[in-house]
């Protein structure tokens, strides 16, 4: 069982910048793909941004794409979600979500690929 601990949400004006952090309990992170989801409310789940296991390669959302930036440090056991030029559409509750994998280096954009989630960080976009 890995546990999935995000923060760094919070309330933010627009065009602002946060960056959330979501840190995994295991000591095999680097066999996990790793994912960043959200849900804003009256919404289904999306899909925002996903990492391979090595940080190689990276996907993003349409919507997000040039303006939010997945990394990680796998020393850390931490996967990172940089944003900026937030507006009030990203305004949602954030997920981190990981996959295990062995030896594929993709990415993952569906959420029922990925096996764990974290509880969730709240990001508000005040416009």
């Known amino acids: 069982q890995v546990q999935l601990v995000e923060s760094g949400g919070g309330l933010v004006q627009a065009r602002g910048s946060l960056r959330l952090s979501c840190t995994a309990s295991t000591r095999t992170f680097s066999t996990y793909a790793m994912g960043w989801f959200r849900q804003a409310p009256g919404k289904e789940r999306e899909f925002v941004a996903a990492i391979s296991w090595s940080g190689g390669s990276t996907s993003y959302a349409d919507s997000v794409k040039g303006r939010f930036t997945v990394s990680r440090d796998n020393a850390k056991n931490t996967v990172y979600l940089q944003m900026k030029s937030l507006g009030p559409e990203d305004t949602a509750v954030y997920y981190c979500?990981?996959?295990?994998?062995?030896?594929?280096?993709?990415?993952?954009?569906?959420?029922?690929?990925?096996?764990?989630w974290g509880q969730g960080t709240q990001v508000t976009v005040s416009s």
């Open positions: 979500a990981a996959k295990f994998v062995s030896a594929y280096s993709g990415t993952y954009y569906r959420s029922d690929e990925y096996d764990y």
